[in-house]
């Protein structure tokens, strides 16, 4: 098998490490734009890219984990290859322009997924088989998903100023770079009815991308709450589900949840586990021929408009 990956940043290289170790038989290509970018042993740079489009059919499976603001561009460019598409969120970091192209691959047959690893977070995962019973989620009054962390810390050694996260111009922004709260609330309760969002960049990070987002979504019967941040010392990711008689705390951190106080779950599962997990079930989907993912283009699509909801609100 052969896997082509387009963008060789931090997050490729959690992917190249997982292939590398569990799936080592996968041929691994990287497509660079310089002569000078950094060489993996195990990795073969190519730089000529229609050398790269006229092997079109020897890709099984296309990595894109370029910047988030480059991903129509290059997908306008390879959708019609006859490969496997494994997209890192979010899928765009803009619902401009955009709909044709998400509607060109909707009428294919061809396996997407768009990497969200939180859903294969063990705590979350209880909370899906905890919510499977109509029952529990007919009973709940409110969720609050909070995410807050102090961007100069995500990489060492870097200047954050620099990076794409704190840059809208390279499709950055807290709203997008944490879109998982957004995609694992989707994931566990659908789509809302109504979206309400607040999203600013006025803390003493000094960046020009969204920094603070706010997110109210209306369900039929209670509102999802989510509050996203890049300036929070002490790193905070939790899910709160108040029910009528009790309340569920899930710390996606410890991977741990509490109900009323009291653990009912816990794992010693790492972060990195989660990568391997979604690389396991997309390659399984891929060897069985299937061509829907359970977050596949049309799914990424919808998160992402909840996501930017202020520019439908233009």
């Known amino acids: 098998m052969k896997c082509l990956i387009i963008g060789l940043g931090s997050i490729a290289k ?6 590398e170790t569990y799936y080592p038989k996968i041929e691994l290509f ?51 290859w006859e490969t496997a598409f494994f997209i890192e969120k979010p899928l765009f970091h803009s ?3 955009n709909a044709s192209l998400v509607q060109s691959f909707q009428n294919k047959e061809q396996l997407t997924y768009i990497a969200c690893n939180l ?9 899906k088989e905890y919510l499977s019973n109509t029952k529990e989620i007919s009973s709940i009054q409110e969720v609050n998903s909070y995410c807050g962390s102090y961007l100069p810390d995500w990489r060492a050694g870097q200047d954050y100023k620099k990076v794409y996260s704190a840059n809208k111009e390279m499709g950055g922004g807290v709203h997008l770079d944490l879109i998982h ?16 969002s607040l999203f600013r960049n006025q803390s003493k990070l000094q960046i020009d991308a969204v920094d603070y987002a706010n997110y109210n ?29 009790r309340t569920v705390l899930v710390n996606l ?15 010693d599962q790492k972060g990195l586990d989660t990568y391997k997990l979604q690389l ?23 998160t992402l408009q909840i996501c930017l909801n202020y520019e439908t609100k233009r």
Request: proline residues 1%; negative net charge; aromatic residues 14%.
């Open 14 to 19: 959690k992917h190249i490490h997982v292939i």
């Open 30 to 80: 990287a497509y660079r734009s310089q002569l000078k970018s950094s060489v993996y042993s195990k990795v073969k740079n190519l730089y000529d890219w229609d050398a790269i489009e006229n092997q079109s059919e020897s890709w099984d499976v296309v990595m894109l984990c370029n910047p988030t603001v480059l991903h129509a561009t290059i997908l306008q460019k390879i959708m019609h």
């Open 95 to 97: 619902t401009l322009n």
């Open 119 to 127: 859903r294969f977070l063990d705590c979350l995962r209880f909370i």
């Open 181 to 196: 709260e957004v995609d694992y609330l989707y994931w566990l309760f659908g789509k809302p009815h109504e979206i309400h």
């Open 217 to 245: 979504l209306a369900y039929s019967h209670f509102v999802a709450n989510i509050i996203l941040n890049y300036y929070r010392r002490d790193t905070k990711r939790t899910l709160e589900l108040v029910f009528d008689d």
């Open 253 to 267: 951190l410890s991977n741990r949840v509490y109900e009323n106080d009291t653990l009912i779950f816990s794992s």
């Open 280 to 302: 396991d079930y997309f390659l399984n989907l891929l060897s069985k021929g299937e061509s829907k993912s359970f977050n596949d283009i049309e799914a990424g699509w919808e």
